[in-house]
């Protein structure tokens, strides 16, 4: 297993369809992100030595990951990333607490800072960097799993392989 290019992430295939309908709508030019692809990274892991990563896996197992949603209500680009995206206005306390646990769990590791502030979004196109985005209709979005991820390079650009994953249970813990 390549553990270069690991990422936490929760996968969007609920909102999948009304993802790829507002890709039409955009009309923008950039590479359209497949909707079999679409996700919320929680954290970029990068490279992990193999006890770091036997680390990780335990002490996610440990954590109590709790049910959210998440409304996403609003377009925004990534100028120098060239990445247009939809994200939320409000985050939801459950998802800023595990952000921070997570935070918390991956220092003690002695696994490097995140190299950004956490920004939940989706990502809808790369390669494109149009500042005119205009308002849009909320999506909701659900997620049901955290899952640990693999990213390989190719022409088309990175492909995203699901690892392992873990179930949200409701309620707060």
């Not at 923008?28 to 770091?52: D, V």
């Not at 921070?100 to 920004?119: M, V």
Request: proline letters at 10%; one cysteine or more; a positive charge.
């Amino acid at each position: 297993m390549d553990t270069s290019r690991l990422f936490l992430a929760f996968p969007a295939d609920e909102p999948a369809p009304a993802l790829s309908r507002l890709q039409n709508s955009l009309g923008l030019s950039g590479r359209r992100i497949p909707a079999s692809q679409f996700h919320l990274t929680l954290r970029f892991l990068g490279p992990l030595t193999p006890i770091q990563s036997g680390s990780l896996l335990k002490q996610l197992s440990q954590i109590r990951l709790t049910a959210f949603e998440l409304e996403l209500d609003r377009l925004g680009c990534f100028p120098r990333a060239r990445v247009v995206w939809i994200g939320p206005s409000r985050v939801p306390s459950a998802l800023s607490a595990l952000s921070d646990e997570l935070a918390a769990r991956c220092a003690a590791l002695k696994l490097g800072p995140p190299h950004r502030a956490f920004r939940p979004h989706i990502t809808l196109f790369r390669h494109d960097s149009t500042q005119e985005l205009p308002p849009i209709a909320p999506i909701r979005y659900r997620p049901s799993r955290l899952c640990l991820y693999s990213s390989t390079l190719s022409e088309q650009g990175p492909n995203y392989h699901i690892l392992q994953s873990w179930p949200l249970t409701e309620g707060e813990g």
